[in-house]
């Protein structure tokens, strides 16, 4: 079964980095784009970032251009979030999702359970 495991959140100071991994199995991975989504407190589910399945396109919601970047090695079935420049509006947990197809960034059929990025003083 699909299965999307998110590490790497935690407590960053405003102006810090932090890097997200989703770790995928139980698919081909490299034949669907991926995406990262938030939900912060008392907000709805935010669509930040996807990438197709070979890494050819990326895309980014306009509050993260110029301070995450999304990659992927599909070698090891691994996505990426590299934060930097994180603000307290960046505050939220961070789930990683797949795309049904392999260019389709904005869709998803699956996520994991999400990782909890907190920026604070």
């Known amino acids: 079964q699909v299965q999307l495991v998110e590490s790497g959140g935690g407590l960053a100071q405003p102006g810090g980095s932090l890097r997200l991994s989703c770790a995928a199995s139980?698919?081909?991975?490299?034949?669907?784009?991926m995406s990262w989504a938030r939900q912060g407190p008392g907000k709805g589910l935010e669509w930040v970032s996807g990438i197709y399945s070979d890494g050819s396109e990326t895309y980014y919601t306009d509050s993260v251009k110029g301070r995450f970047t999304i990659s992927r090695d599909n070698a090891e079935n691994t996505l990426y979030l590299q934060m930097n420049s994180l603000k307290p509006e960046d505050t939220a947990v961070y789930y990683c999702l797949k795309s049904p197809r392999n260019d389709h960034v904005r869709e998803y059929d699956y996520g994991g359970q999400g990782t909890q990025v907190t920026v604070s003083s």
């Open positions: 139980g698919f081909t991975f490299s034949a669907y784009a």
